[in-house]
């Protein structure tokens, strides 16, 4: 029996840990807002410090499967969801939708953001991406429900690997504390409405 299935990856997966900032509760469908960036170049605009995490989710043969797509090295070399930051103009659900397709081709059924976020600190290599005086980023969560039968397209320049995982696996597969409890959450949700 295979806990996971998709394009494998060689090498280690970094042992790291994260504090995070969290906020607790039940679904929601409110949309949030953001607005405004700030020109750092010709042609560049600072970064926002939100972002949407969206854990695609489909019922394999046994039992759920979670997506996840495993960062290029230069980029951190480890395994999480489809991420990325708000566009401008966007809300957080438009954000999670753009960022599943651009990330993976993937066309949800249904998406829905759940009520946890949490906050990561900015890495200091990352510094220059954001307006100053900012030092962490907000994620917010959402799970995308898709047809079983939809397999990821990923961007190499991003992502050389995607795996599709019993919610087991895919918690030791993850590194990153935030995503972790997202993913609880969002196994959660998913369980109890299905």
């Not at 081709?105 to 998406?111: A, F, K, M, T, Y």
């Not at 995308?144 to 919610?167: L, N, S």
Request: glycine share 8%.
């Amino acid at each position: 029996m295979q806990s996971c299935s998709g394009l494998l990856v060689l090498g280690n997966v970094p042992e790291k840990t994260l504090h995070s900032s969290v906020s607790n509760g039940q679904r929601s469908r409110m949309p949030v807002k953001v607005q405004g960036t700030k020109k750092i170049g010709k042609d560049s605009k600072m970064r926002r410090p939100v972002t949407a995490l969206v854990y695609p989710v489909r019922r394999g043969a046994a039992d759920w499967e979670y997506l996840l797509l495993h960062r290029v090295a230069s980029r951190g070399g480890f395994w999480q969801g489809v991420t990325g930051s708000i566009e401008e103009g966007e809300d957080l659900m438009e954000a999670a939708r753009r960022e599943l397709f651009e990330e993976t081709r993937l066309v949800p059924s249904l998406i829905e953001r759940i009520d946890y976020s949490y906050s990561f600190p900015i890495e200091d290599r990352w510094h220059h991406l954001y307006p100053s005086g900012v030092e962490k980023i907000t994620e917010y969560v959402f799970i995308a429900h898709v047809d079983g039968r939809q397999g990821p397209e990923i961007d190499p320049v991003e992502h050389d690997g995607w795996k599709w995982c019993r919610f087991s696996k895919a918690l030791e597969l993850l590194t990153w504390a935030g995503n972790i409890e997202a993913l609880k959450r969002c196994d959660s949700v998913v369980r109890t409405r299905r």
